[in-house]
């Protein structure tokens, strides 16, 4: 009897149900007296004892931690109400070769005969083929038995113009067909041989959130826009990114990253890559993409867009919209009544209960419309330090073979964000690994976070003739600094017509004085009358040493290339930190030989990374020692004084030498 009983609990649901709710009824703490340890508070207003699944808004997430550990439910009597967290996920897509295909020519147009093979409900067909540089326009007709024939799409655009930049898909507006044909208009070009087809569907639509992304950060670098944005929550599935871009024409390829702690160091982790565009072409009218793809789940706050803009200009995008698979809160309602929810604890471990072994038999629970109200501070609230397990202060530090340092001016306690200037990165180790937070004479621990964004410079150009050579163009760029980290070099020229290789380079001072000539990078740069306007790139393949570079190009017979707007673009870097006290704060570089930093503190990077930073920025530059040796007697351009001394007693010893061997006469 006990044995049937317990096989009538597997068969029926509502039996499970049954359980669930004697669970719920039961599982209940106290948590009036907790409240003091959640930051915010949100009320849900709840009009019926029951079961409920409340879909989660994007405040709620962001208010909360990564994985929702200090989401607390309370009841209208204080009393802590167990709770499932039930995550969308979207359905799984089949994509599957065509059972038969068959292409052949009839007076003007490719026709492709498909056997589909699948009876659900098709997204999309994809066709395949080797060919490159071409547009079409497609009609896609199904059919049940290949004699009567429903027309899906008419005039569907199909091409590809570039590697990345094509559209192969041809939507089939969620029809079921056992026979597709599609026909290919090729009146206006040459047919294009088609392979095989490959069908898309997708069983069930899966629900999304949308948000407008807050954008964070924007740098435009030369050939590159950089975007850091933010996500409502962490851990958020994010389906789709839509960009909305007003320019009227446009094709640009787009990166989505994430910046993860991985190994103690701070490295960005690709989510997605795509083609966003909108070409008109004369054959089939307009065509538009601004949609990248994703169903990635994003572990951070925060994902980097960059787009690269290879020699045009910056697109023009108003907004930047995230579509994410939404997130569920389960529970039973005892009674009627206003719940709280409590959110905001950075401390506290995730809940234990007991309902949570039994989620899968939950999600038989409608979605309700109750939304949970505005997130508002709790009165109650009383803040912890800042990562309270972690020290600020670190091993002490022998400062006496660094050459330089900056006072670290803070505005306010907590964690800190530090970018690094110009003057910093030029004379720094090039991977900053002499890099050292002292209060006093102890360190303190930061995390270091580079080449994430770029920033720009503008050198100080001028055109310098050489009467040696007089069929080369020449140019000087003047840096502020020497040895900068220099990633890309970008100009414009008014000339309408040229096909030029420039080089890039610098004059390198040897060991005895003499100066040699080290290569930076080079490129082909041409240009039509009938094309844009654009930038011309040149990419680094070697950091500079010096604050001169020179750029050189051979005319030949052609008159001379003119160039202007020059602009460099550099990878950004900054530190974060935590520190409890405003003042005493000093950065330390200039040590050629020094190690990297090893701290505990990597650790804890990824709690680092989410935290609300403050901004801090770095005081005068302070030389801690003189002139060196070298740098006051061996440098400049030409050679230092006491090179040209020990010449000049060179030559003149040579010329006692010479005198007493040469015979006097009388």
């Known amino acids: 009897m006990n044995a049937r009983r317990s096989n009538d609990l597997v068969a029926r649901p509502a039996a499970w149900i049954a359980l669930v709710l004697g669970l719920l009824g039961t599982v209940v ?43 607390r439910l309370v009841d209208p009597t204080g009393r802590e109400v167990p709770y499932v967290i039930e995550r969308s996920q979207a359905a799984a897509p089949i994509a599957q070769r065509a059972r038969s295909f068959t292409a052949a020519i009839e007076s003007a147009a490719t026709v492709l005969w498909i056997e589909t093979g699948l009876t659900v409900p098709l997204d999309s067909i994809e066709l395949a083929t080797p060919a490159t540089d071409w547009i079409k326009a497609a009609t896609v007709e199904g059919s049940a038995d290949r004699a009567t024939w429903q027309i899906i799409g008419q005039g569907q655009p199909i091409f590809r113009q570039a590697p990345g930049l094509a559209e192969l898909r041809v939507p089939l507006a969620k029809t079921a067909f056992r026979w597709l044909r599609v026909t290919v208009d090729d009146r206006r070009s040459l047919p294009v041989p088609f392979t095989g087809a490959t069908l898309h569907a997708t069983p069930d639509e899966s629900p999304c959130e949308t948000v407008v992304a807050e954008l964070l950060e924007a740098s435009e670098g030369p050939g590159e826009t950089s975007l850091r944005l933010a996500l409502p929550a962490a851990h958020l599935l994010v389906a789709a990114v839509d960009l909305d ?56 706050r925060e994902i980097v867009l960059r787009i ?29 009544g206003t719940y709280r929810l409590l959110l905001g604890n950075a401390s506290c471990a995730a809940p234990r209960y007991d309902v949570a072994a039994l989620s899968a038999n939950l999600s038989a629970v409608p979605l309700s419309s109750i939304r949970p109200l505005t997130v508002r501070p709790n009165l109650a609230y009383r803040p912890p330090a800042t990562l309270p397990t972690v020290a600020d202060t670190a091993a002490p530090l022998d400062t006496a073979a660094w050459e330089y340092r900056r006072a670290v001016v803070l505005t306010r306690p907590g964690t800190q964000e530090l970018e690094l200037d110009l003057s910093v990165l030029s004379h720094a180790q090039a991977g900053l690994a002499d890099l050292r937070l002292l209060r006093g004479t102890n360190q303190v621990p930061y995390v270091l976070e580079a080449g994430f964004s770029r920033r720009s410079l503008t050198p100080e150009a001028q055109l310098v003739p050489d009467p040696k050579r007089p069929r080369v163009s020449r140019w000087r760029l003047r840096l502020p600094h020497a040895r900068l980290p220099l990633a890309r070099l970008t100009c414009a020229s008014p000339t309408p017509l040229f096909d030029r290789t420039v080089s890039l380079h610098e004059d390198r001072a040897g060991q005895r004085g003499d100066r040699h000539r080290v290569s930076l990078g080079s490129a082909t740069w041409r240009h ?16 500079p040493e010096t604050d001169t570079l020179w750029l050189e190009t051979d005319n030949g017979d052609n008159p001379p290339l003119q160039l202007d707007r020059f602009e460099l673009a550099r990878p950004a870097s900054r530190i974060l930190f935590k520190s409890e006290e405003t003042e005493g704060l000093w950065l330390y570089y200039g040590h ?8 505990d503190l990597s650790l804890m990077a990824d709690q680092l990374l989410a935290a609300e930073k403050n901004v801090a920025t770095l005081g005068p530059e302070q030389r801690l020692h003189g002139l060196s040796w070298q740098e006051r007697f061996g440098g400049g351009e030409r050679g230092g004084p006491l090179i040209w001394c020990v010449l000049i007693g060179v030559v003149v010893a040579l010329l006692l030498v010479v005198r007493r061997l040469v015979p006097h006469t009388e």
């Open 29 to 71: 703490l106290r948590a009036g007296d907790l409240s003091t340890d959640w930051r915010f508070e949100q009320s849900l207003a709840i009009p019926q004892a029951g079961f409920l699944k409340v879909s989660l808004p994007a405040e709620t997430l962001g208010s909360a931690r990564p994985m929702l550990e200090d989401l």
């Open 245 to 300: 871009v007003t320019d009227p024409v446009f094709a640009r390829q787009v990166a989505l990253s994430t910046r993860q702690v991985i190994e103690g160091a701070v490295r960005e982790t690709s989510l997605a890559r795509g083609a966003i565009y909108r070409i008109d072409f004369e054959a089939v009218g307009a065509v538009s993409n601004q949609t990248i793809q994703v169903e990635r789940s994003v572990p951070t």
């Open 308 to 336: 690269d803009n290879q020699d045009s200009p910056p697109l023009t995008i108003d907004a930047v919209r995230l579509h994410w698979r939404p997130v569920h809160l389960v529970f039973r309602a005892g009674e009627a």
């Open 528 to 543: 039509t009358p009938d094309q844009p306007a654009r930038r011309l790139g040149l990419d680094f393949v070697a950091a």
């Open 592 to 599: 050629p030989s020094a190690g990297a930093a090893r701290y």
